[in-house]
């Protein structure tokens, strides 16, 4: 009963903060919106892309290249050898016939080249899957550094390159959100922390009534932790608002088939009430920050 | 109770309280009387424990407060009662906000709390003044409210420093009548006075104080 009245206090001191100080309220709560907001546009640009890159290792293969007089017991010793690996998921053969076929199906015009060649045009090769559990850019580096060395394999190709840089650009683009996020982050709290400095500066009479008259400093911190609280759980509704309507008009504008077939999502539910945790937890480290800050200057 | 032994209490080079010794008993009424600059105000600042004293202890319910932490200073607060000479009510708060404010500080229940509320509000002519915003009401209005605040939670010890400072002599009655009833249900009360006629209404105990030095008791 005693909680439930204090909180029926810190909810009413709270809404008279946020009301008697509205014009700062709202400008704290529109700048820490925009900072949750970059942080928000750059974590959906990483989802999406983190997306795609999953969805592209999903598909992940790799053709190993047999050596040209390789015997057929050769070749399943050399199939039972790279199923034992547990990155390996599937091995398929694909003989020399078939390869051709498939090229000339792929390019029919390049009969005659191929032709020309004889039967040996293309090398018969195998071309694997990996297990679930390994289809990353590093599963797929690991199981060619194991192939590498095996007799029978002339050349391996899974597009080290463009997986190489899709690997990179992910990375770069997670360390620059990281940083604009930390950055950003740190200047909401910043924002909170000011607004409630102001607050509590502006509330400094009362303050001193309330230790007249047996408060304890839990009390009294109650509806400026409280607002902290509000201001961040609002600034991150708003930020996931605005973060709304610009994936909107931007889906709008551009279509989502732009990115090669895959298509381009918001942020799922339970990361938006993170958002939104988030935001609250910001506002409560700004309050804190504050009245330690201000508990210091007035003990 | 109340117990003070040779207390002092200097600001900067001016010694303004030197070696005060005082004993109020439970339920009684004290009154001390001085003129301007005696040292009435800090006496009961460091009763409140607002202040600390540089030499000697203090007392109050037999629990010594001369060297607490913030945090114990505020559960003896909780049981106080202190009315300001300068009111310090919450100017944007109603007057029953004011003065539930203790209540809510104290834990009081709800219901309790209401009961004592309308009881303290009728003794002082506040019934109708419960929800006025306390900035909109006259002088004489916000004393009461501070007055109503500090005995709302039926305090062991009541502190007022200059009660009845601008009330009219209706009005200073009722406050007197409020304090005896207090005295009577077993609250300690010291108030700090300069008007000798308010202090020739408490004859029972008595204290005088002059340069912060007690003259008579």
Known sequence: ?299 | MIKLFHVYKQYDTKLVLSDVTLLVEKGDICCIVGPNGAGKSTLLKLMFCQKKPDRGQILINNQNVTHMSQKAISAVRQRMGFVFEDYRLMLRKTVLQNVALALTIAGTPLKQGRQNIDRVLAALGLEHKKHDIASTLAAGEQQRVCIARAVVSDPLVLLADEPTGILDSAAAIEVFDLLRGMSMRGTTVVLATQNQDVADRFPQHRVMLNHGRVTEQ
């Open chain 1, 1 to 299: 009963m005693k909680l439930v009245r204090y909180l029926v206090y810190c909810l009413s001191e709270t809404g008279a903060n946020v009301f008697d100080y509205r014009g700062l309220s709202v400008v704290a709560l529109v700048t820490s919106a925009l900072s949750m907001l970059c942080v928000g546009l750059f974590f959906l640009i990483y989802v999406n892309i983190h997306g795609v890159v999953q969805s592209l290792e999903e598909d992940i293969t790799m053709n190993l290249y047999l050596d040209e007089n390789l015997s057929a017991d050769k070749m399943l010793e050399l199939e039972r050898v790279i199923l034992s690996y547990p990155e390996v998921g599937n091995v398929r053969f694909i003989s020399s016939r078939d390869a051709i076929e498939a090229y000339l199906k792929r390019y029919p015009t390049e009969k005659d080249l191929m032709e020309s060649f004889g039967n040996q045009a293309l090398p018969a090769s195998f071309v694997v899957g990996l297990a679930p559990t390994h289809r990353t850019v590093e599963g797929v580096g690991s199981v060619a550094k194991k192939i590498e060395g095996v007799s029978g394999v002339s050349e391996i190709q899974y597009g080290q390159e463009w997986i190489q840089t899709l690997w990179w650009s992910t990375q770069l683009l997670m360390l620059i959100g990281l940083v604009v996020g930390v950055t950003l982050t740190l200047a909401s709290i910043a924002i909170v922390a000011n607004t409630i400095r102001l607050t509590l500066f502006n509330r400094k009479h009362d303050i001193g009534i309330l230790r007249m008259l047996g408060a304890t400093e839990a009390f009294i911190r109650g509806p400026f932790l409280l607002e902290g609280v509000t201001l961040g759980a609002l600034s991150g509704g708003g930020a996931l608002i605005l973060l709304k309507i610009i994936f909107e008009s931007f889906i709008y504008r551009v279509g989502d088939g732009f990115m090669q077939g895959h298509s381009i999502v918001f942020l799922p539910p339970p990361t938006l009430a993170g958002v939104v945790v988030c935001g609250a937890l910001l506002g409560f480290v700004g309050a804190l920050l504050s009245l330690k800050q201000t508990r210091k200057v007035w003990a």
